[in-house]
């Protein structure tokens, strides 16, 4: 009984540096969370590519009313998705959309309307047509690659890629290691803030102090990392990591018949709204 309290707070810790320690819990209905993660990325990936070279504003548009329902019924409703779905993606568009509007040649759009004139400067409909069919070719594959962003962790990502896509663990599992990396010094910058703020040190305002603030955070920042670092890879060292051509998974990520049933349906939806639009023409 008096172990359990500071292995509780060393768990609650873990959990908070590492956001990628366990499964995401949802609904059932939210069948993004238990597909494959390679399924999620298979899915999406013809239609990410054959956007790059349609230059109408409907067939991306219509991919991305595509990936707003996959992923309004596929994953967990929050704030967060809301703010990225509402208002990031479509603002993002947007400006996107005037930027190169206004970064279209003249010569090649000036027998169109002109929306406004300022001066010797003028601003063509076919100008802001193309801006804002390049805006919403961006934001929809943004939104198609969120299909797999907002749904997998690095964890099953990396078992998928070494289990179906026999990428070596050696690979996978070092590449995972360092991901890891990030949370950690997340974590640790912020222990050396508090610490910072009780010992009162580089305090004041301005931008002179918090230049200094964080040239005060370098030095035991990089030796947290290193200490980090060396834990890792004893850890490694010590569970014979690399000795052996496979190693046996703890937790596997199959490939079920649902991934399949997705993968296809995706493709098949996809095909059909570019055979609908068929934004390349025939002539």
């Known amino acids: 009984m008096t172990d359990a309290g500071p292995l509780t707070a060393t768990t609650a810790a873990h959990s908070t540096v590492d956001p990628y320690a366990r499964r995401v819990a949802a609904s059932p209905v939210r069948f993004l969370y238990a ?7 298979a899915a999406p990936i013809p239609a990410m590519v054959l956007l790059v070279f349609v230059r109408d504003a409907a067939t991306p548009a219509a991919f991305l009313l595509l990936a707003y329902a996959v992923l309004l019924m596929g994953v967990n409703f929050t704030r967060r ?26 010569s090649r759009v000036d027998q169109s309307v002109v929306v406004w004139q300022i001066g010797g400067w003028t ?27 907002l749904s997998t962790t690095g964890p099953d990502l990396v078992r ?37 703020r009780v010992r009162g040190a580089h305090g004041g305002h301005g931008p002179f102090a918090a230049v200094a603030r964080w040239f005060g955070y370098i030095v035991p920042l990089l030796a947290g990392a290193i200490r980090h ?3 890792v890879a004893l850890a490694m060292d010590s569970r014979a990591f690399g000795a052996h051509p496979d190693r046996t998974e703890r937790h596997l990520v199959p490939w079920r018949v649902r991934d399949t049933v997705f ?3 995706f493709w098949a ?14 002539a």
């Open 229 to 231: 670092a060396e834990r």
């Open 263 to 265: 993968v296809l349906a």
């Open 123 to 149: 601003m063509y409909g076919g100008a802001l047509a193309v801006g804002f069919a390049t805006g919403l070719r961006l934001a929809a594959i943004v939104a198609l690659t969120l299909i797999a962003g």
């Open 269 to 282: 939806v996809s095909a059909a709204l570019f055979a609908v639009f068929f934004p390349w023409g025939l």
């Open 160 to 196: 998928a890629s070494v289990q179906q896509l026999r990428v070596p663990y050696r690979i996978g599992y070092t590449a995972l290691a360092a991901f890891r990396f990030v949370p950690r010094f997340g974590h640790e910058l912020d222990v050396i803030r508090q610490a910072h």
């Open 81 to 106: 998705l809301a703010a990225v779905l509402l208002l990031a993606v479509p603002l993002s568009a947007v400006v996107i959309g005037f930027g190169f509007a206004l970064w279209t040649d003249a």
């Open 35 to 41: 597909l494959n993660p390679l399924a999620k990325l």
